[in-house]
T-cell receptor, first 116, second 111 residues
Framework: SAVISQKPSRDICQRGTSLTIQCQVD?????MFWYRQQPGQSLTLIAT?????????ESGFVIDKFPISRPNLTFSTLTVSNMSPEDSSIYLC?????????????FGPGTRLTVL | KQEVTQIPAALSVPEGENLVLNCSFT??????LQWFRQDPGKGLTSLLL?????REQTSGRLNASLDKSSGRSTLYIAASQPGDSATYLC??????????FGAGTTVTVRA
């Protein structure tokens, strides 16, 4: 299975500021995704991070609010811009399409964001 | 659009009892189904992946079954332990790997 790390693991931010979350995988993977999990809810897909091109966003999520980069096959960043308390969530990156478990999806430990 | 439902939403059992967690999905044309475990405030740990051609997958005390035609999967956890207390999520991918998740079943195993 892939080993995924995320930085930071948690943060408390002031409204109106931005936070960039990093996701690093220990091996090359085809697919990388960013999910949000609001308190008491299940996971919602924000976007697919595409290597070398713009991310593909799901309905309700826009690039200006959640810019994403993916410069190579092992690294991606998600920025939460102009934050409000409604952005308080756990943000998780996931990967698929690597190694022997091509169809299996693996998740990072998550970034717990609190916006005051 | 794929809809995934998990029943029950919460479950509390005494230690040693077997656990049965249910997952249903609306579109039976799936590639696979994955079960995850999530501890409070943490990321997801993959437990089992069942390919669409499989009926069953086992890992230690965990066994997951899949019935595509009826749109159901069941996760069995034998001889539950307090360390099994967590939220269990099932998820089904679309053809581009995007996962649709159920709301989860929160399990409490009482010592």
């Amino acid at each position: 299975s892939a080993v995924i790390s995320q930085k930071p693991s948690r943060d408390i931010c002031q409204r109106g500021t931005s936070l960039t979350i990093q996701c690093q995988v220990d091996s090359q993977v085809t697919m990388m995704f960013w999910y949000r999990q609001q308190p008491g809810q299940s996971l919602t897909l924000i976007a697919t991070a595409n290597q070398g091109s713009e991310a593909t966003y799901e309905s309700g999520f826009v690039i200006d609010k959640f810019p994403i980069s993916r410069p190579n096959l092992t690294f991606s960043t998600l920025t939460v811009s102009n934050m409000s308390p409604e952005d308080s969530s756990i943000y998780l990156c996931s990967v698929a399409g690597g190694g022997r478990s091509y169809n299996e999806q693996f998740f990072g430990p998550g970034t717990r964001l609190t916006v005051l | 659009k794929q809809e995934v439902t998990q029943i029950p939403a919460a479950l509390s059992v005494p230690e040693g009892e077997n656990l049965v967690l249910n997952c249903s999905f609306t579109d039976s044309a799936i590639y696979n189904l994955q079960w995850f475990r999530q501890d409070p405030g943490k990321g997801l740990t993959s437990l089992l992946l069942i390919q669409s051609s499989q009926r069953e997958q086992t890992s230690g005390r965990l066994n997951a079954s899949l019935d595509k035609s009826s749109g159901r999967s069941t996760l069995y956890i034998a001889a539950s332990q307090p360390g099994d207390s967590a939220t269990y999520l099932c998820a089904v991918p679309s053809n581009d790997y995007k996962l649709s998740f159920g709301a989860g079943t929160t399990v409490t195993v009482r010592a």
